[in-house]
């Protein structure tokens, strides 16, 4: 493993990587705590979710649910990277961004792993089971599709279809959670984030293109290439879209349009701003995602609350 002061190759200066007791750290960074913003990704499309059905209530969704989720889906993104660093064990090693991860740079083993992913996977669980029958039944149906993720890279250049299926997930959530069914808005919303998650994953694919072509993977930052701005503007305009139409059907007012076209707005700005040879640019982009879904989250609250 190559370290810094204790900080190791791909560290982010952030607090497991600084101050996280020596011992702990290597599960922390395992379950990737030390750089949250994919938890808060996969949370976004749940919380859109619960947004939905204020709106259709006319009055704030359910705290109790907003807090569930935002604890569900720390948990399940650790059990997942968790997971996906298992399989990807002999690839990441290959990657100059990734081979200080625990488990190729050997300070965790995959027993060790496997042990820390049922533990997290349970956590995940217990969550789950605070929701009624139809909830915890449409969570347990996303496992296949967590599972067979970190092998589609392997096989197709659209893995980020797989994982757009798997983040966003929780728009399915959200409203069985209140209304014990599936309607067509958080189906309209589940197509909508999936557009959403293609187009950010494509930025953060163009970090470890090189890599990625000298080891044989494949991903849509290769597929689109050169033209990925344009890939981005598509996948970007029919997510807007898609979200659009599942919040009017939900009976959304003009204030959650008004966070819509925020939203939209932040979508162009990274087009405009990409560079796909800047990986550092890359990362930042695809990092004020949160930033986009949390402005939109909020409009949906502000209309169910007004």
């Known amino acids: 493993m190559s370290e810094t002061g204790g900080r190791v190759a791909d560290s982010t200066g952030n607090w497991v990587d600084l101050y996280a007791p020596g011992q702990f750290r290597p599960y922390l960074r395992l379950a990737r705590l030390d750089r949250p913003i994919g938890s808060w990704l996969l949370l976004m ?41 298992l399989v990807d064990r002999d690839l ?8 200080s991860r625990p488990i190729p740079s050997g300070q965790v083993t995959a ?9 997290q996977a349970l956590i995940g669980l217990v969550v789950l089971l605070q929701f009624n029958r139809y909830t915890v039944m449409t969570g347990l149906a996303s496992l296949l599709v967590v599972a067979i993720y970190p092998f589609m890279k392997r096989v197709t250049y659209w893995p980020q279809i797989f994982l757009g299926l798997a983040f966003s997930w929780g728009a399915l959530m959200g409203w069985p959670a ?52 344009q890939a981005l503007t598509l996948f970007y305009s029919a997510a807007v ?39 550092a640019l890359c990362l930042t982009l695809f990092r004020s995602n949160r930033d986009a879904g949390l402005l939109l989250f909020a409009a949906m609250l502000i209309d169910a609350a007004v």
């Not at 879209?241 to 707005?265: D, K, N, R």
Request: proline residues 3%; neutral net charge; charged residues 15%.
């Open 241 to 279: 879209v898609l979200i659009g139409i599942a919040c009017v059907m939900a009976g959304a007012s003009w204030i959650t349009l008004l966070g819509l076209a925020g939203f939209a707005v932040h979508l162009g700005w990274q087009v405009r701003r990409i560079d796909i040879d800047d990986p």
């Open 178 to 229: 209140a209304f014990g069914r599936l309607d067509w808005a958080p189906v309209i919303l589940y197509a909508g984030a999936i557009c959403w998650v293609i187009a950010y994953d494509t930025i953060y694919a163009h970090q470890d293109r090189e890599d990625d072509m000298m080891i044989g993977i494949k991903s849509t930052a290769l597929l689109f290439g050169q033209n990925t701005k």
């Open 111 to 119: 027993k060790q792993a496997a042990i820390f992913l049922v533990a």
């Open 45 to 85: 499309p749940c919380w859109w979710s619960v947004g939905l059905t204020g709106l259709t209530m006319d009055r704030l969704p359910s705290l109790t649910h907003i807090v569930l989720f935002f604890v569900g889906a720390f948990a399940m993104r650790g059990a997942g990277c968790t997971w996906n660093d």
């Open 92 to 99: 990441d090693a290959k990657v100059e961004r990734t081979r």
